[in-house]
């Protein structure tokens, strides 16, 4: 059975972002136990021109409900990137999540070629929706949640490969 572009985008998209709360609660029991400032965390970074850890969080966010609106040919939610805290990047998360469950899985079967365009630092970028998935959007959020897992990592929290693939 061939998967199809709904297969691809929201269960992918939604078990990494779960797999992204799965890190950021283990780090934070973590951290509370070690009397570590969870505000270190969230502000915390892999060197000084990327993204703190809750950069990484909420592009991981935009990449998969843009990603998933975009596909559908619907507009996504628009979050203000203000967390702070914990608390207000693990709630980003569940909102993220609950868009993600509304979408219809009609509304994205069967658009592979649907043209998607969006704005990158070079000017427009132009997509068939099934290329926009593969090339660019699947690899961005995992790049994000990657870079996340990464932050965590570097500053001591004990996750390991298995945290970030989770169970099967």
Same mark, same amino acid.
């Given at each position: 059975m061939a998967l199809s572009m709904y297969d691809l985008s929201v269960p992918v998209f939604s078990r *990494?972002? *779960?797999?992204?709360?799965h890190l950021l609660e283990k780090s934070l029991a973590h951290a509370r136990a070690n009397d570590i400032d969870p505000a270190t965390l969230v502000d915390a970074r892999l060197a000084p021109d990327m993204l703190t850890l809750a950069g990484q +969080?909420?592009?991981a966010s935009d990449a998969s409900k843009l990603g998933v609106a975009r596909i559908a040919? +619907?507009?996504?939610p628009s979050f203000p990137?203000?967390?702070k805290t914990y608390d207000e990047l693990l709630a980003r +998360?569940?909102?993220t999540q609950d868009f993600l469950a509304t979408v219809d899985r009609t509304l994205i079967d069967g658009q592979e070629e649907r043209p998607v365009t969006i704005k990158?630092?070079?000017g427009e970028a132009h997509f068939t929706a099934q290329r926009y998935l593969l090339q660019f959007a699947l690899p961005n959020f995992f790049f994000h949640v990657t870079t996340a897992y990464d932050v965590l990592r570097h500053k001591g929290m004990p996750i390991g490969k298995m945290d970030y693939l989770g169970k099967f």
């Open positions: *990494g972002l *779960g797999q992204l709360t +969080i909420q592009r040919g +619907i507009t996504a990137d203000e967390e +998360i569940a909102k990158a630092r070079e």
